[in-house]
């Protein structure tokens, strides 16, 4: 990748070196690593993203953790259970697997909230930067403004970094700045503090509250399955108990008459034998 962007960086300095040889090539680059760090409130939103995204992977260790011990449950009573109800034990585990696949691509998915959300926080910013370097382009005659981390770039001199006229154009200025203005916020009252136009982060946030009360529906109606699940599977536990001592206790009724039907018979043979004794002649 970093051979093929240099390729094209080189091939575009040539076609630019062709067409504009008698006044020379005007370049410029700009570092959107460090405008993003030079944005106060884009800090911001990132910890408010980066807490919810903890708050995310703890749902999904807790969903394991109980994925886990559903699994271990069912393997030391495995020998206990009926066939049946073997396969709804697995079939409720792999309902709640599915359900921790579907969070985990909801939130880490290629279209996912994390990344959704991470796009909402840098686009704003972005926009800015690419319509102030438009602004800079023509005002300064540049013929090519490139971005630092998407081309490789050998050798570059820092009078050819834009960042801080971006940064000036935007209403931002530096790092030391921003480190000020951060430190002066932080004995600034709550009351004065005013929410920036492209707080993008928190209004996802807000949306995602909303997501959130209906998840935990879905979580209350997954729940009250389970339980019903497992009033079932007593359900038909006790049934079975109730089947197999009633066979049992049928199966001795049988034999207790069976031997009484035989005692009686017995009886009655040697009975008859005693009222009638052979004849000794």
Same mark, same amino acid.
């Given at each position: 990748m970093r051979i093929k962007n240099y390729l094209l960086l080189s091939m575009m300095v040539l076609c630019f070196a062709f067409a504009k040889a008698q006044r020379g090539i005007r370049v410029g680059y700009v570092d959107m690593e460090y405008i993003l760090e030079s944005v106060p409130e884009y800090q911001k939103a990132s910890e408010q993203?980066?807490?919810?995204?903890?708050?995310?992977? @703890?749902?999904?260790?807790?969903?394991?953790?109980?994925?886990?011990?559903? /699994? @271990?449950? &069912?393997?030391?009573?495995?020998?206990?259970?009926t066939k049946e109800l073997i396969e709804e034990r697995e079939e409720e585990i792999g309902i709640k697997?599915?359900?921790?696949?579907?969070?985990?691509?909801? =939130?880490?998915?290629?279209?996912?909230?994390?990344?959704?959300?991470?796009?909402?926080?840098?686009q704003p910013v972005q926009d800015q930067v690419f319509n102030e370097m438009q602004k800079i382009g023509e005002q300064k005659k540049y013929d090519m403004i490139l971005e630092r981390s998407? @081309? @490789?770039?050998?050798? *570059?001199?820092?009078?050819?970094?834009?960042?801080?006229?971006? &940064?000036?154009?935007?209403?931002?200025t530096g790092k030391k700045a921003d480190r000020e203005e951060r430190n002066q916020s932080r004995n600034t009252p709550v009351e004065d503090v005013k929410d920036e136009p492209y707080m993008s982060v928190? /209004?996802?946030?807000? =949306?995602? /509250?909303?997501?959130?009360?209906?998840?935990?529906?879905?979580?209350?109606?997954?729940?009250? =399955?389970a339980a019903?699940? =497992?009033f079932r599977d007593s359900v038909k536990e006790a049934r079975a108990r109730e089947y197999q001592e009633r066979k049992e206790a049928s199966i001795k009724e049988r034999?207790?008459?069976?031997? *009484?039907v035989l005692a009686a018979r017995k009886a009655d043979k040697e009975k008859k /034998?005693?009222?009638n004794p052979p004849d000794n002649k």
């Open positions: 993203l980066e807490q919810r995204m903890q708050g995310w992977k @703890t749902e999904i260790e807790k969903m394991e953790s109980e994925i886990a011990q559903m /699994e @271990t449950s &069912l393997k030391n009573e495995r020998v206990l259970l697997r599915q359900a921790l696949n579907d969070y985990q691509q909801k =939130r880490f998915g290629a279209q996912g909230d994390f990344i959704k959300q991470k796009q909402q926080l840098i998407e @081309t @490789t770039m050998l050798y *570059s001199d820092d009078r050819h970094d834009l960042s801080d006229d971006v &940064l000036r154009a935007i209403g931002r928190q /209004e996802a946030a807000d =949306r995602q /509250e909303k997501v959130a009360a209906k998840e935990a529906i879905i979580d209350e109606k997954q729940a009250a =399955r019903k699940l =497992r034999q207790r008459r069976k031997d *009484s /034998e005693n009222n």
